[in-house]
């Protein structure tokens, strides 16, 4: 996942630098609100919320392994949903099935849909 880098228009950052340090600051302003793209920004907001109800509801150990497990922010609004359905068995289940839990977790909604 790149969601920083995705969020950042590196040619838009460049021209402000170029132009900030030409001394041209009115054009650097003008570009600078180029800089951030919108919608990865708003994925990247979203997988932060998701982490951060984990941290808080697990702490650093389980947030720590969703961040190795985790392919995509999909990935992380799953295992926040799981988080919050297992509560405090929610490690021993990343521990025994991993990233298996996520496949279980994909066909248990599809069987009950």
Not at 47 to 69: E, M
Not at 94 to 113: D, F, I, K, N, P
């Amino acid at each position: 996942m790149r969601l920083a880098g995705d969020a950042v228009d590196g040619e838009a950052l460049r021209a402000t630098v170029t132009l900030a340090t030409a001394g041209d600051l009115a054009a650097a302003l003008a570009t600078l609100k180029g800089v951030l793209r919108p919608a990865p920004l708003a994925t990247l907001r979203t997988a932060a919320a998701d982490l951060g109800i984990v941290a808080k509801a697990q702490g650093y150990r389980v947030t720590a392994d969703v961040l190795k497990l985790s392919t995509s922010t999909a990935d992380m609004g799953r295992f926040t949903r799981m988080s919050a359905r297992f509560g405090n068995g929610f490690r021993g289940l990343l521990a025994a099935l991993g990233a298996l839990a996520l496949t279980l977790a994909g066909l248990t909604v599809t069987l009950t849909s």
